[in-house]
């Protein structure tokens, strides 16, 4: 839904509403504009705006105008009439100002109330909701509804769906092009993903309206995954800025990866998330333990390459604690300038089971294991390759198998969140300590 201002003015006022778009042309620009017929025409031929004409005014284009505002996506009506001279066949006040009353919209019956709705609208912020609809387990088109009725109150709200068509990171970029003040992502955590991807670099903030079955990037961030409180966090305006990363040439924001964490997001199919929610990543890592083999990787960091087996690899840029397979260090700081990586190199199935037991439990009192299984280091950028080839999971989705070269991007994204319970951003000129000391023993 594309926010939409309608113009009507009576003949005598046609004149008025040209010199008012004119005007205002470059807010106007920011809008769909629609008109009755010969009110539209005029706009369109002296000023260069695209308006879409309804029928005339006589023909009923007024009470198409009123359907529009029915539909929930009309900002404002300016309706300049003539109350000395109207003719009998000009639109009428009445119909519209029922619904516009019904619908709270602002509408303008002179140049006076124009004014003050254009200076209201210049001053309202412009966001792009870029909304999944088959995200989560609830009932999407109430939650657009609640989400719309919570932003609207101070933002002016551009809505877009993905579609299997149409991804959210095309829709963030476009969103990007018209000119947005902020771009709100909602849905789960590859829609987010792929959302910030357009934004890294841009100064454009990212809202998160979390949706998804595990709302990971949420989690970790302390963003609300209530709906309410999530919008509120948005409208409150306070911002943080973390550290993002590219795995392959693909938006991250949360983590890759390889292995055993992989091969479990694999088997969470959708029937099975839509089912069990979160329980679905359990179930599957369960069943995962009794398959999982181990594999020769050689990862590569700062020029230096090491070979070792391991069942799991994961690289982090920001991971809640539930993110077991991240926890090397007891937490992953999002604003350090550096890559979290947890090797786990557990042979048997008891000794994994211990191993996820203590790094959750690690990451709850954040503080690192000591498990000569768990291997762990900070890095800017690394490479890594693994035979047999190991599937690897980034942000949620399957991208393919190794080989995978991630790289972060200090400070690259600005998110509206509560204050970070991290480390101040900060980049080390070497390696993070235990990085090359364990390339050295290695």
């Given at each position: 839904?594309v926010?939409?201002i309608?113009?009507?003015a ?18 106007l ?16 031929e ?8 309804m029928?005339?005014?006589a ?11 029915v ?12 109350q ?15 619904v ?30 870029i909304?999944n ?22 933002l ?11 991804g ?55 963003i609300p ?6 919008c ?54 369960a069943q ?6 181990s ?10 390459v ?31 300038g ?18 996820m ?35 690897v999971?980034l942000?949620?989705e ?8 991630v ?8 998110v ?6 991290t ?20």
């Amino acid at each position: 839904m594309v926010p939409t201002i309608a113009l009507i003015a009576h003949d005598a006022k046609k004149g008025a509403m040209v010199a008012f778009a004119k005007k205002y042309a470059a807010l106007l620009s920011r809008y769909r504009l629609i008109a009755t017929g010969a009110t539209g025409q005029r706009v369109r031929e002296e000023t260069g705006l695209a308006v879409e004409q309804m029928l005339a005014g006589a023909m009923g284009g007024d009470v198409q105008i009123a359907a529009e505002v029915v539909t929930g996506s009309m900002v404002a009506v300016i309706f300049l009439i003539d109350q000395a001279n109207a003719r009998p066949y000009e639109p009428e006040l009445q119909g519209l100002l029922r619904v516009c009353e019904l619908h709270n919209v602002m509408l303008a019956t002179n140049m006076a109330t124009a004014e003050v709705i254009a200076a209201s609208l210049r001053d309202t912020r412009s966001a792009h909701l870029i909304f999944n609809p088959v995200s989560g387990q609830g009932n999407s088109q109430q939650a657009l509804l609640t989400i719309r009725q919570l932003l609207t109150v101070e933002l002016r709200l551009t809505i877009h769906l993905t579609t299997t068509e149409i991804g959210a990171e095309h829709l963030a970029q476009k969103a990007i092009a018209s000119g947005a003040d902020l771009i709100i992502a909602s849905g789960g955590d590859g829609t987010i993903s792929a959302v910030a991807g357009a934004l890294v670099g841009t100064n454009v903030p990212l809202g998160v309206i979390p949706r998804g079955t595990a709302n990971a990037f949420a989690v970790a961030l302390g963003i609300p995954l209530n709906l309410q409180a999530a919008c509120q966090t948005i409208l409150a305006g306070m911002t943080q800025i973390i550290d993002v990363a590219r795995c392959n040439g693909l938006p991250m924001i949360l983590l890759a990866g390889i292995g055993f964490e992989a091969e479990t997001v694999e088997k969470a199919s959708r029937e099975i998330k839509d089912r069990f929610g979160p329980l679905a990543y359990i179930l599957a890592g369960a069943q995962q333990l009794n398959e999982q083999q181990s594999f020769t990787a050689q990862i590569e960091v700062d020029g230096k390459v090491s070979e070792f087996q391991a069942a799991a690899i994961t690289i982090a840029n920001a991971a809640p604690p539930t993110s077991v397979l991240a926890q090397g260090f007891g937490r992953v700081i999002v604003n350090d300038g550096l890559l979290e990586v947890t090797i786990g190199a557990a042979q048997t199935r008891v000794q994994a089971i211990a191993a996820m037991l203590q790094l959750f439990g690690s990451a709850l009192i954040r503080v690192a294991p000591n498990r000569e299984d768990v291997i762990c280091l900070r890095t800017r950028q690394i490479k890594v390759t693994a035979d047999p080839p190991q599937k690897v999971v980034l942000d949620g989705e399957i991208i393919g198998t190794t080989p995978v070269a991630v790289e972060c991007i200090p400070a690259g994204l600005t998110v509206f969140a509560p204050p970070l319970l991290t480390a101040p951003y900060s980049v080390p000129t070497d390696l993070a300590d235990g990085a090359e000391e364990w390339f050295q023993e290695s």
